[in-house]
């Protein structure tokens, strides 16, 4: 048998012995503790067909994209810096970044909401700054790992700087822009809900926090197994499709 | 010379943070302190919260559920790394299912689960930081089991057939930069996010403390526990764990 094929039979055969174990488990405690994998599935179905509750889910959507692109955009800003003026590459590098690196994500939420109040501005603010230290690590070592014959190669072909750098120092971070996002997108995921359920006016955090007062355990359930499915999903559909194309363009074993 | 020249841009460099606290101080002046303090307050808050005796009981019981967390994380990470290589099994099980899921679990969806499993205590924040940092770690501990010299384990084993003596000898030994990586990276992950814990979880911690200043909407106080956390994060990973991953490290061992 093909390796790809024992492995889809595996984790069918693991996920199926999880939901049964669960199934019959859930007999045994209160429902506010633990309910059943059916009842968690009609819940996800509800929220899904449910208006109002499938724009909670597209606002934490719209957080996560509005954090990923200002933190892309400071992001490489900042890497950038010590490349214009050398002198910022220790500030950067041995300040700068380890500085954000180990601010508290809680931390940043709770100055956010003091800053703004309760809203959406709160949650994007908490978790792009949670975004941007990893932005900058991942592009300033993109940079860093530049081959320096091809920018010495361009620089002898045109004295345009703007030229050389859409046309090479651009393409030639294409992976590593593409790994921020990826990484992006996972790491927001775990911290959007915290920002919305702390700072947030709506989406999947401010929908938890309410089902956690209520004790509505299923929805609590419900939306961390929708939240699951959703990111394996995409990564799976969407970032690895892209990371193997990358892959093969840029010749990476 | 070059050396020199190094040191001049580090003393440059210095001054960008004199400038950037510069900027702070021009703009929190006129500010109302419940929205920006300006950083000789929030130094001053910093004092203040250092020298109350209770800051210190905090600090010591957020630092021992972190390091709690981190060394259960790491045993369980080797532990599923090692139980990983057995058979295509486990292999499948573990990293492409339980690390997948536990990986794209969201950290808050632990907060509120640990809370209402086994209410409020001690336990439930360990248990919910163990939970949120040990996908971090498991990806690297997997990476270290895998990547072993295949034939410096059949030469182990034409040595001898004890198992044990086998993995501690050789298998330890071989995975250690990557599990002390992994462990690196979970404590700060536990310091960055796992916090969240002590929010939902505990009535004592740094985190608690961040919460109280919150409520009390004392902007100096959030930001004085925010330095606080970054100091603690760097001393131990400057003093303890970036010298053990720079003597395990995997250059180090293939030279």
């Not at chain 1, 603010?125 to 070592?141: C, D, K, Q, S, Y």
């Not at chain 1, 090479?168 to 995921?189: C, D, K, Q």
């Not at chain 2, 298998?171 to 930069?177: E, G, S």
């Amino acid at each position: 048998m093909e390796l790809r094929t024992k492995k889809i039979i595996i984790s069918l055969v693991f996920w199926a012995s999880f939901v049964g174990a669960w199934h019959a488990y859930s007999f045994q405690v209160p429902v506010y503790q633990l309910p059943g994998p059916g009842n968690v599935a009609k819940t996800i179905l509800t929220i899904v067909s449910d208006a109002s509750m499938s724009r909670q889910i597209m606002l934490s959507l719209i957080h996560i994209s509005c954090a990923m692109v200002v933190a892309f955009i400071v992001g490489s800003f900042v890497a950038m810096l010590p490349n214009l003026h050398p002198v910022s590459a220790h500030f950067v590098d041995h300040r700068l970044t380890p500085f954000l690196n180990s601010f508290s994500g809680v931390g940043w939420l709770f100055i956010a909401i003091l800053w703004f109040g309760i809203n959406s501005f709160t949650v994007i603010f908490a978790v792009t700054m949670v975004l941007v230290p990893f932005a900058i690590i991942n592009l300033r070592t993109g940079l860093f790992e530049m081959d320096a014959e091809i920018l010495e190669l361009g620089a002898s072909l045109t004295r345009s700087k703007w030229k050389n750098f859409c046309k090479i120092v651009v393409p030639m971070l294409y992976p590593y822009a593409f790994a921020t996002l990826r990484i992006s997108f996972g790491v927001s995921w775990k911290v959007v809900l915290t920002a919305e359920l702390f700072g947030g006016s709506g989406g999947m955090g401010y929908m938890l926090n309410k089902a956690r007062q209520e004790f509505e355990t299923e929805i609590i359930f419900a939306l961390i197994t929708f939240m699951i499915i959703f990111v394996i999903a995409s990564e799976l559909l969407v970032f690895q499709r892209i990371q193997k194309i990358l892959d093969k363009r840029y010749h990476v074993e | 010379m070059w050396n020199n020249q190094v040191n001049k841009t580090a003393h440059l460099s210095e001054l960008l943070i004199v400038a950037v606290c510069g900027f702070w101080w021009l703009i929190a002046k006129d500010l109302p302190d419940f929205v920006l303090p300006t950083p000789i307050e929030v130094l001053i808050s910093l004092i203040t919260l250092l020298t109350v005796s209770d800051t210190v009981g905090h600090v010591f019981i957020s630092m021992s559920r972190v390091l709690a967390a981190v060394l259960f994380a790491a045993l369980i990470s080797i532990l599923l790394a090692v139980l990983s290589r057995r058979n295509i099994f486990f292999d499948t099980v573990i990293e492409n299912n339980i690390l997948v899921v536990l990986n794209s679990f969201p950290s808050v969806g632990w907060a509120i689960l640990g809370v209402i499993w086994f209410s409020i205590s001690d336990g439930t924040v360990v248990f919910i930081e163990i939970m949120i940092i040990t996908p971090f770690c498991l990806i690297n501990c997997l990476q270290g089991f895998r990547q072993m010299d295949q034939e410096l384990l059949e030469m182990g084993k034409s040595l001898s057939r004890n198992t044990l003596r086998n993995f501690f000898k050789l298998h330890i030994p071989l995975a250690v930069p990557f599990i002390i990586a992994g462990v690196r990276m979970s404590y700060g992950i536990a310091w960055k996010i796992a916090i969240v814990a002590e929010l939902f979880g505990a009535s004592s911690g740094l985190g608690w403390l961040l919460q109280q200043a919150q409520n009390q909407s004392n902007a100096q106080r959030v930001l004085a526990v925010c330095i606080l956390i970054v100091l603690l994060f760097s001393i131990v990973d400057g003093l303890i764990l970036r010298p053990m991953a720079r003597r395990y490290s995997v250059n180090t061992m293939e030279t």
